[in-house]
């Protein structure tokens, strides 16, 4: 079975740091752009960033850019997300996402995956 288990969320004061870890079981993500999304209440699913196949390419949302890093590991088949200097704004569900390519790519659309995992929350607050 194909999944995707994010982890690495929680509370966090303003300022502060969290890595977010995607991993996956059932499949190798050798081949797979991802995408890390997230979804405040009341929101739309919002796009953060994406990294292509090879890691060659790397994409960031303008709202986390400077203060966002991801990053994969094949050989551990998890890709990661650094952020840095969270924001009460940052507070949201986020989600990780692969889709299989065959050119290395960096996805931004949520509609081009189709593997998700359940999320986990981050919540940034004083």
């Known amino acids: 079975q194909l999944q995707l288990v994010e982890s690495g969320g929680g509370l966090v004061q303003p300022g502060g740091s969290l890595r977010l870890s995607c991993a996956a079981s059932?499949?190798?993500?050798?081949?797979?752009?991802i995408g890390w999304f997230r979804q405040a209440p009341g929101k739309e699913r919002e796009r953060v960033s994406c990294?292509?196949?090879?890691?060659?390419?790397?994409n960031y949302a303008d709202s986390v850019k400077g203060r966002a890093t991801i990053s994969r590991d094949n050989a551990k088949n998890t890709v990661y997300l650094q952020m840095n200097s969270l924001k009460p704004e940052d507070t949201a569900v986020y989600y990780c996402?692969?889709?299989?390519?065959?050119?290395?790519?960096?996805?931004?659309?949520?509609?081009?995956?189709?593997?998700w995992g359940q999320g986990t929350q981050v919540t940034v607050s004083s």
């Open positions: 996402a692969a889709v299989r390519t065959v050119s290395s790519v960096c996805l931004i659309r949520p509609l081009a995956y189709n593997y």
């Open positions: 059932g499949f190798t993500l050798d081949n797979y752009a």
């Open positions: 990294i292509s196949s090879s890691g060659g390419l790397t």
